[in-house]
């Protein structure tokens, strides 16, 4: 067990270096603002560590004003991070039969990348729990190099947006997604999805699209597959 554990955990990391690097350009950007912003390097690790969520992170720091509006930065960092509940049921069968301890341990290293790594990976011959651990590994430690890293640059780096660096997020999660496109199934989930999130931008203050927009592609994925919903009416009713 010891050997599968430990040999899971070095896939898991060589199946994400590919995407550590794009984190690692990202990250840089993320320190370079939070340079701007006033945030110490300690205060940045501490961050990276606790709360380990990019998006979220981008947020605070851009709210980074003095004095700081604790309660509205929590609310935008619970809003952000709510779509980690869908990520987490969708890591359900992964988990099966795990400890709490071991749930909450992985969980706390679960990113958008490292998730998606793993989906696709056990949609191809199956994987475990370590799998998604090191990705996790992988990247929270090329984040936190990316984010040190555009810290130090910070005043040397004016407007980092000259370089395109803000733009590695989004690329790498557009590969990402289209690694997991199953096909004509995921048509309508995926549109729904995009035009919830469009509404809820429209519509709802703040970061609530993120929210609308996974809940909401969701739904339409389970009222479109007879099959996964007569499971789910299951695993609740058990």
Request: with cysteine.
């Amino acid at each position: 067990m010891k050997n599968g554990m430990s040999g899971q955990i070095r896939r898991g990391i060589a199946a994400n270096l590919p995407v550590a690097a794009s984190v690692i350009a990202y990250g840089s950007v993320l320190g370079v603002l939070a340079a701007q912003k006033g945030v110490g390097w300690q205060q940045l690790l501490f961050m990276n560590l606790s709360i380990f969520a990019g998006s979220a992170q981008f947020v605070m720091v851009d709210m980074w004003n003095p004095p700081l509006p604790v309660a509205e930065i929590v609310a935008a960092v619970f809003i952000i991070n709510f779509r980690y509940l869908l990520i987490g049921a969708s890591l359900r069968s992964l988990f099966q039969g795990s400890s709490l301890g071991h749930k909450s341990a992985v969980m706390h290293l679960v990113a958008d990348e490292n998730w998606a790594v793993t989906m696709a990976a056990d949609r191809k011959g199956g994987t475990t729990t370590y799998f998604l651990l090191g990705g996790g590994i992988c990247l929270v430690l090329a984040w936190s190099f990316g984010t040190l890293l555009g810290h130090r640059m910070g005043a040397a780096i004016q407007n980092p947006e000259m370089f395109a660096l803000d733009f590695a997020f989004l690329a790498v999660f557009t590969a990402l997604a289209v690694s997991l496109w199953r096909g004509k199934s995921d048509i309508l989930p995926w549109i729904g999805a995009a035009l919830f999130s469009i509404l809820g931008e429209h519509y709802l203050p703040g970061k609530w699209y993120v929210v609308t927009g996974g809940i909401g592609g969701a739904l339409l994925a389970l009222w479109d597959n007879p099959q996964r919903r007569k499971e789910t009416e299951k695993e609740i009713s058990t």
